[in-house]
């Protein structure tokens, strides 16, 4: 290969023709196609970083776990404003989001009729598939289900998004490739001049494009396996996956460096004020609303948002000193009556919600129907005060790190809190009841609800203190649900103004998601799944919405199925890819309850209508006793529903 391809580098310099050698034998003629040089990626021609992701965005640094580095610079990243994208925080990764979405475009909308879909994953491991993905180290595919994008521009191309049902393997190569692929009036669609050069044996004036070309064939000799016609490829193409200290680095370093801060106790805690016999409506269900500060390790440089890492020498973020973190907590009224040590349970708000809202407006009935002291903070990173960086956000999304960085130090402030009322702050008096310590310092669990299910994953497998976790209405992958949420309907004109060609906001959010690894679920699904960094082996059950407005059902599937959790028998949908068990079941699990929301869109459009199936689920009949049951000492996931859990 080598060696034919010293030959043809010649005819890239002007040589043309066959040659004759020394011994008088004739080389045959190689064909050549100028393309021109580009910084795009020239596979495709409809955007400059399609496909995404891409080898053609990495340079070789062998001072990295993968032995690349991402590399997109300014000239081929989206402006918003005139301004260029400062890049230098993606420098950073040494390779794609093992979770980011997967994208191509083609010359004409193609037919994706006999392509697997969300609901014929199966057709995508068959041999006649026009889609496949993959693992080029272990030559197997992998299942994934592929769409039109039905948010498409009428003045631009269409794209095609891969969806792989569970989370990629990290620092590992992947092919993605498409055969015989056809337009809506049956016309065979034609490979781009660049692919086209690949595939056939043509050598070209791009410099970047042959230097790929080794990698190429090794994925064309791996589709050769699945008996794919070389010639029938439309598209094919290469990407690489970051490492596991890439993605996770910054914030395994900030946890070490906090645990050791903190202790098994914490580091103080402050409390501010205290309302008795708080209610709402009228109905007392709580004791006492108890509301102060603790203290926790800052990495970041400010208290309020926007906040970023200081860096040490190392590119590690460094301590900042001590932070004094909000909290809000309840003391049930029956524990107040009768009391005895019990669980501390930890709450997860909602999306760009806060502490203090649910506290005083959700949080006294579930608290007194638990029989638990429930404590909560502010998600930093994505809470109500951060809303004014997340617009900002959106107007340049190069400075994403306001948001992802400052969500590491949320997640340190989570553990901080359980770690501090269970500890030092136990014993004040608002936590006690005639000498009787209320919290059990050695229960410790987590309920999230939305984004709280989403980063109480994430949490899971960081805290060493959780034993076990309820995830409300959680998922994975931002990007992913971002385009099928309502949630994201007040956000997207502000993101349509500054950015107002659909591929490139779709190219950002993909972007933006290998930065959000650090902390969304989808970085940590398989930590989880292996244990959880401490060995702890933390439970998790999911409860979700049947057509979830705000989380669709898919992102849940997806973090469930990558965790390898089986479904319960009693759920209203039994997805793809999972094993069904019965209850009474001692161990992790997922269901979902439908409340008869109607169904969302078939494609990656959100709903136009919230039904509150998602907001409603936790406090229904059926889930209060499996979150019961599950956090109590012998917890089980024992589903209650006769049948189908349904509100009939």
Same mark, same amino acid.
């Given at each position: 290969?080598?060696?034919?391809?010293?030959?043809?580098?010649?005819?890239?310099?002007?040589?043309?023709?066959?040659?004759?050698?020394?011994?008088?034998?004739?080389?045959? $003629?190689?064909?050549?196609?100028?393309?021109?040089?580009?910084?795009?990626?020239?596979?495709?021609?409809?955007?400059?970083?399609?496909?995404?992701?891409?080898?053609?965005?990495?340079?070789?640094?062998?001072?990295?776990?993968?032995?690349?580095?991402?590399?997109?610079?300014? %000239?081929?990243?989206?402006?918003?404003?005139?301004?260029?994208? $400062?890049?230098?925080?993606?420098?950073?990764?040494?390779?794609?989001?093992?979770?980011?979405?997967?994208?191509?475009?083609?010359?004409? /909308?193609? !037919?994706?009729?006999?392509?697997?879909?969300?609901?014929?994953?199966?057709?995508?491991?068959?041999?006649?598939?026009?889609?496949?993905?993959?693992?080029?180290?272990?030559?197997?595919?992998?299942?994934?289900?592929?769409?039109?994008?039905?948010?498409?521009?009428?003045?631009?191309?269409?794209?095609?998004?891969?969806?792989?049902?569970?989370?990629?393997?990290?620092?590992?190569?992947?092919?993605?490739?498409?055969?015989?692929?056809?337009?809506?009036?049956? /016309?065979?669609?034609?490979?781009?001049? =660049?692919?086209?050069?690949?595939?056939?044996?043509?050598?070209?004036? *791009?410099? *970047?494009?042959?230097?790929?070309?080794?990698?190429?064939?090794?994925?064309?000799?791996?589709?050769?396996?699945? *008996?794919?016609?070389?010639?029938?490829?439309?598209?094919?193409?290469?990407?690489?996956?970051?490492?596991?200290? =890439?993605?996770?680095?910054?914030?395994?370093?900030?946890?070490?460096?906090?645990?050791?801060?903190?202790?098994?106790?914490?580091?103080?805690?402050?409390?501010?004020?205290?309302?008795?016999?708080?209610? $709402?409506?009228?109905?007392?269900?709580? =004791?006492?609303?108890?509301?102060?500060?603790?203290?926790?390790?800052?990495?970041?440089?400010?208290?309020?948002?926007?906040?970023?890492?200081?860096?040490?020498?190392?590119?590690?973020?460094?301590?900042?000193? !001590?932070?004094?973190?909000?909290?809000?907590?309840?003391?049930?009224?029956?524990?107040?009556?009768?009391?005895?040590?019990?669980?501390?349970?930890?709450?997860?708000?909602?999306?760009?919600?806060?502490?203090?809202?649910?506290?005083?407006?959700?949080?006294?009935?579930?608290?007194?129907?638990?029989?638990?002291?429930?404590?909560?903070?502010?998600?930093?990173?994505?809470?109500?005060?951060?809303?004014?960086?997340?617009?900002?956000?959106?107007?340049?999304?190069?400075?994403?790190?306001?948001?992802?960085?400052?969500?590491?130090?949320?997640?340190?402030?989570?553990?901080?809190?359980?770690?501090?009322?269970?500890?030092?702050?136990?014993? %004040? =008096?608002?936590?006690?009841?005639?000498?009787?310590?209320?919290?059990?310092?050695?229960?410790?669990?987590?309920?999230?609800?939305?984004?709280?299910?989403?980063?109480?994953?994430?949490?899971?497998?960081?805290?060493?203190?959780?034993?076990?976790?309820?995830?409300?209405?959680?998922?994975?992958?931002?990007?992913?649900?971002?385009?099928?949420?309502?949630?994201?309907?007040?956000?997207?004109?502000?993101?349509?103004?500054?950015?107002?060609?659909?591929?490139?906001?779709?190219?950002?959010?993909?972007?933006?998601?290998?930065?959000?690894?650090?902390?969304?679920?989808?970085?940590?699904?398989?930590?989880?799944?292996?244990?959880?960094?401490?060995?702890? $082996?933390?439970?998790?059950?999911?409860?979700?919405?049947?057509?979830?407005?705000?989380?669709?059902?898919?992102?849940?599937?997806?973090?469930?199925?990558?965790?390898?959790?089986?479904?319960?028998?009693?759920?209203?949908?039994?997805?793809?890819?999972?094993?069904?068990?019965?209850?009474?079941?001692?161990?992790?699990?997922?269901?979902?309850? !439908?409340?008869? !929301?109607?169904?969302?869109?078939?494609?990656?459009?959100?709903?136009?209508?919230?039904?509150?199936?998602?907001?409603?689920?936790?406090?229904?009949?059926?889930?209060?006793?499996?979150?019961?049951?599950?956090?109590?000492?012998?917890?089980?996931?024992?589903?209650?529903?006769?049948?189908?859990?349904?509100?009939?």
């Amino acid at each position: 290969m080598r060696r034919w391809l010293v030959a043809a580098a010649g005819m890239a310099w002007g040589c043309s023709g066959p040659s004759t050698t020394d011994e008088g034998t004739t080389t045959p $003629e190689v064909p050549f196609v100028t393309l021109g040089q580009t910084p795009c990626d020239p596979l495709v021609e409809q955007h400059c970083l399609l496909p995404f992701p891409s080898d053609r965005f990495l340079a070789v640094d062998e001072t990295t776990a993968t032995g690349v580095r991402l590399n997109y610079t300014s %000239e081929v990243l989206p402006q918003a404003g005139g301004e260029p994208f $400062e890049a230098v925080d993606w420098q950073r990764l040494d390779g794609a989001s093992p979770g980011g979405q997967i994208m191509a475009a083609f010359a004409a /909308t193609p !037919d994706l009729s006999q392509a697997a879909g969300q609901d014929s994953i199966d057709r995508s491991l068959t041999a006649e598939s026009p889609s496949i993905v993959v693992d080029l180290q272990t030559g197997l595919p992998v299942a994934h289900w592929v769409e039109l994008d039905a948010q498409a521009q009428e003045d631009g191309p269409v794209m095609v998004f891969v969806r792989p049902t569970v989370r990629l393997e990290e620092n590992r190569s992947y092919g993605v490739a498409f055969r015989d692929l056809m337009a809506a009036d049956g /016309t065979p669609i034609t490979p781009s001049a =660049a692919f086209g050069a690949l595939r056939d044996g043509a050598m070209t004036d *791009d410099p *970047d494009l042959e230097a790929r070309r080794d990698g190429m064939e090794v994925l064309f000799s791996a589709l050769d396996v699945f *008996d794919w016609d070389r010639g029938s490829v439309t598209l094919a193409w290469r990407f690489h996956t970051a490492s596991a200290d =890439a993605i996770r680095g910054d914030m395994l370093h900030i946890r070490a460096d906090a645990l050791k801060r903190l202790g098994p106790d914490g580091m103080g805690c402050t409390i501010e004020e205290v309302i008795d016999d708080y209610g $709402e409506g009228g109905e007392v269900h709580s =004791a006492r609303w108890v509301r102060g500060t603790i203290r926790v390790p800052a990495y970041v440089d400010s208290p309020t948002p926007p906040a970023r890492f200081v860096r040490g020498a190392d590119d590690r973020p460094t301590y900042q000193g !001590d932070h004094e973190v909000p909290f809000s907590a309840i003391v049930p009224k029956n524990l107040a009556d009768a009391p005895s040590s019990e669980r501390l349970v930890l709450f997860g708000h909602g999306l760009l919600g806060n502490h203090t809202s649910y506290t005083q407006n959700v949080l006294p009935a579930e608290a007194q129907a638990q029989r638990a002291i429930v404590a909560a903070t502010d998600w930093a990173g994505m809470s109500s005060e951060d809303v004014p960086t997340v617009a900002s956000v959106l107007a340049d999304v190069s400075s994403f790190p306001a948001i992802s960085e400052r969500l590491h130090q949320g997640m340190i402030n989570q553990i901080a809190l359980s770690r501090t009322l269970a500890g030092v702050c136990r014993s %004040e =008096a608002v936590f006690t009841q005639e000498g009787v310590e209320l919290i059990d310092p050695d229960r410790v669990y987590f309920v999230g609800a939305s984004q709280g299910g989403i980063f109480g994953t994430t949490l899971a497998a960081l805290h060493p203190d959780l034993e076990r976790a309820v995830l409300l209405v959680g998922g994975a992958g931002y990007p992913f649900m971002i385009d099928r949420s309502i949630d994201f309907a007040p956000f997207d004109p502000v993101f349509r103004v500054n950015y107002r060609n659909r591929v490139d906001r779709s190219v950002l959010l993909s972007l933006a998601q290998s930065l959000w690894d650090g902390t969304d679920a989808d970085g940590w699904l398989r930590v989880l799944a292996s244990g959880g960094l401490s060995g702890n $082996e933390p439970q998790i059950l999911m409860i979700a919405a049947h057509n979830d407005a705000q989380v669709t059902n898919l992102a849940t599937d997806y973090s469930m199925r990558t965790m390898g959790l089986p479904v319960l028998e009693g759920s209203s949908r039994e997805p793809w890819g999972f094993d069904v068990v019965s209850s009474p079941h001692d161990g992790s699990g997922y269901i979902t309850v !439908d409340l008869g !929301d109607r169904p969302v869109p078939f494609g990656n459009v959100a709903p136009e209508a919230n039904d509150g199936g998602h907001s409603a689920v936790g406090r229904t009949e059926a889930a209060r006793h499996l979150v019961d049951r599950f956090l109590a000492p012998d917890g089980v996931i024992d589903v209650p529903c006769d049948g189908i859990c349904d509100p009939d």
